[in-house]
């Protein structure tokens, strides 16, 4: 978020770079975040059960 902020202030308020920047961002998380799906829904699933 900080990069993000910093490079609008740098660059203006130019939407299309803005817009580009942010995906480049978000990629990488949504990326992991699917990869690691079936590990997460473990976690849940396990730490919900009682022995």
């Known amino acids: 978020m900080v990069g993000l902020v910093a490079f609008q202030q740098r660059g203006g308020r130019q939407w299309g770079l803005t817009n580009a920047a942010s995906v480049i ?25 009682k022995a």
């Open 25 to 49: 961002m978000i990629t990488p998380v949504i990326v992991l975040s699917l990869a690691l799906q079936r590990r997460f829904i473990h976690g849940l699933t396990q730490g919900g059960l």
